[in-house]
């Protein structure tokens, strides 16, 4: 193997990990901002975790660089247990404790709006859900359906854009779809069985149709930016929904390794199907941290409202104990991701 094969083999890994930890970054770095904006003291924002490689302290904040770039945090006064200490995190008003909690999942979500705003603009035309041609071997025309028409819908899932199209026939197993379309002003109901084929080892649809493309303007940019950035979202949604349903299994999951993985796959592929992966994962981490979950900032954003209504504060010790039993289960769930992602990949 020659240095051009090995590097091609590596750089797509590391613009991978290099993207995971800008999304870190940028999540930690929203509670940094926030923090600062509502004079609660950082004692320290870290890029890394473990080992400290380097470190320096700027006013009252210490800033460090350590050696495992998967993950980083940004550490403030009085944020795990009350501290009378100036610029305590615990002494704040609730609604500024909201502001810092949810400002990184905020910058997450606005980092994906932007890769989402780079797709859009990057390409050639706007996509629509209007049918423009079929494949020379398409069976979808052989079910009823016809060029000009508008997909309303998949297995009742309303579809909005040429992404909510995909999405909506990737969750099908078997092929058969329900779709209803506008024709002529009326809404027709078809059943259709597609072809199937396989991606990552999981049967998929083969689309078998082109959706039309409209020119692009200033305003079907920004409108359909919007539209995609929901459709991003709404899949994080659906793929909960259907792990909870049952239709996909636990070890169905990725974990950084998977996700990396995934990254560097679509780096070797394009820099559009790049962007749409990296945009998909950040909106799902965002979202994620919204969650209620135990350890999670969803968790203590629940917490801070139940605080608003009841004018009482979870007692430190309870809090610290919940935290403690949900980040054990998270770290296990990711330890049995991680395992599961490293056997795929042999």
Avoid at 31 to 56: D, Q, R, T, W, Y
Avoid at 159 to 170: C, H, M, N, P
Wanted: aromatic fraction near 10%; glycine fraction near 8%; hydrophobic fraction near 45%.
């Amino acid at each position: 193997m020659n240095l051009t094969s090995i590097w091609n083999t590596v750089y797509p890994i590391l613009i991978a990990i290099l993207f995971f930890e800008i999304i870190i970054i940028i999540h930690e770095g929203g509670h940094f901002v926030a923090a600062k904006l509502m004079k609660v003291k950082v004692n320290e924002f870290s890029i890394g975790m473990g080992p400290k490689m380097f470190s320096f302290k700027k006013g009252e904040t210490t800033y460090s660089m350590r050696w495992l770039l998967f993950g980083g945090y940004c550490a403030m006064e009085g944020e795990d247990e009350d501290s009378d200490g100036e610029g305590s995190f615990s002494k704040k008003s609730i609604g500024a404790r909201m502001f810092i909690v949810v400002a990184g999942a905020l910058m997450n979500l606005l980092l994906g709006l932007i890769i989402v705003l780079c797709i859009v603009t990057s390409q050639n035309l706007i996509g629509t859900t209007t049918v423009a041609k079929f494949d020379d071997s398409a069976v979808s025309s052989s079910y009823g359906l016809e060029v000009g028409d508008e997909i309303k819908s998949i297995d009742g899932m309303r579809t909005y854009t040429s992404t909510d199209v995909q999405t909506g026939l990737s969750r099908s197993r078997d092929g058969n779809v329900e779709m209803i379309v506008k024709r002529d002003g009326k809404d027709v109901k078809l059943n259709i069985k597609f072809d199937m084929g396989e991606y990552n080892k999981m049967p998929v649809i083969e689309m078998d149709f082109w959706l039309l493309g409209k020119d692009k303007t200033f305003k079907n940019v920004i409108v359909n930016t919007g539209k995609e950035f929901l459709s991003y979202t709404r899949m994080v949604f659906l793929s909960v929904h259907d792990l909870l349903v049952g239709k996909y299994h636990v070890s169905d999951l990725s974990g950084p390794v998977g996700a990396v993985a995934v990254v560097s796959d679509a780096v070797k592929t394009s820099l559009p199907s790049m962007l749409r992966i990296m945009a998909l994962l950040t909106i799902n981490i965002g979202l994620f941290n919204l969650f209620p979950i135990p350890a999670l900032d969803g968790w203590r954003f629940f917490l801070l409202i139940g605080e608003r209504i009841t004018k009482r504060k979870l007692p430190s010790k309870w809090e610290y104990i919940i935290n403690t039993v949900g980040l054990a289960l998270l770290l296990a769930l990711m330890c049995f991701v991680t395992f599961s992602d490293i056997t795929k990949l042999f």
